[in-house]
């Protein structure tokens, strides 16, 4: 267990931070650590498998690779998983799922090649000790991943459980939340804080269009250097080469290493106060109410939040029209039939949001000189509707959405210009 070959997947676009943020939990660095499309691999141990689960923002599943060899055909794939010593990882009394992934496989029916893993699975427990796991869909005790590329199938045994966006802190949110890993993936990209830097002073950090309070509760635990998984638990948990004594001292590792902060240094409002109310009971449960202030008003009248320019980060409203008065063209019925809750999350006068975007930048350029500003949109024309010149984009994705996030360095009245502006 001190050898293993762990995967890491990510969101795409977060590559190149996750690789950071995993050198920088364990150590990792040459031909131990390399970078793929989707995740990062890196040879490590048990103990850093572990750490990892708790540690990393930006990664949605720590793996263990367990096989890794060609195929052509399903029995191929049987006899990879055939393979394998589940036994060590697992007893018959437990249960499992098989979840498996492909890109450009030949094979026909991926239905049938999932049947396979777990056909072998089940045979190679029967035939070493007579019994059988059950397999669980819905809460197994082991999960089983496998993926098939066009020539090669891999098989990993996931230490994860639930994937690692789910934090534990949110119950409160609205229809459309941002996932916290891609709130810490901007936050890496922005490079607010050092995010790996313990000893980093950030800059205070404001949200104007926070929702549910994703990006702020991200920006707050960072600086409170709080461990994002210490309020969930994990499949590892369940597995045979699991020691409670060993997580617990990583655990109080951890917890030792918190810094609560005495005043805000992390803001967000937005334009329903549902919001900001599920907000504020996100923060509380998260650990973070005193290191954080949410309040409700609109993007466009809301003045600093602190006297210290600092950095605007956002995720605004989009894949939906937004139209007057902050609601959403999709709520407006429930909204003219009296109700108060308003999904949208900011004011506009055009429903295509054009207006709300230009009249946005002015009111930073009159009030917010010496901030930067982080925009994360789909829209590759964001810039030309905001009248501002980017200074920076980094490429991001959010789920199937291909986005990039945009830099703009505030300076009263203008915009500092750049020249030959490319993907980063």
Known sequence: M????????????????????????TGASGEALRKGRGGVAVRASWHDALKLNLHSRLSQRVLV?????PYRDEQDIYEAASGVAWELWFTAKQSFKIELTAQHSPLKSLNFATLRVKDAVADRFRDKSGARPDVDTQWPDARIHAHLTREQVTLYIDTSGEPLFKRGWREDKGEAPLKETLAAAMLAASGWGGVWNPGATPLPLYDPCCGSGTIAIEAAQIACRMAPGRQRRFGFER?????AAAWQRIKAEAEAAIRPLAEPLVFGSDVAHRMVDFAQRNAERAGVASAVEFRGGDALQRMPPSDKPGVLLL???YNERIA???????DRTRADAGGAQRAARETAQTEDGGEFF?????????????WTAWVLTPDLKLPGRM????????PLWNGPIECRMFRFDLVAGKMETAQNVTDH
């Open 2 to 25: 001190n050898d293993l070959q762990l995967f890491l997947p990510c969101a795409a676009g977060v590559e190149d931070f996750l690789a950071t943020e995993v050198q920088a939990i």
């Open 324 to 330: 007057v008065a902050g609601i959403a063209r999709g």
């Open 239 to 243: 597995l045979l080469p699991f020691q």
């Open 315 to 317: 995720n605004p409203p």
């Open 387 to 394: 009248r501002l010149k980017e200074t920076r984009r980094v």
């Open 65 to 69: 690779q367990l096989a890794h060899r």
């Open 358 to 370: 230009s009249r946005l930048a002015s009111h930073w350029k009159k009030n917010y000189a010496g």
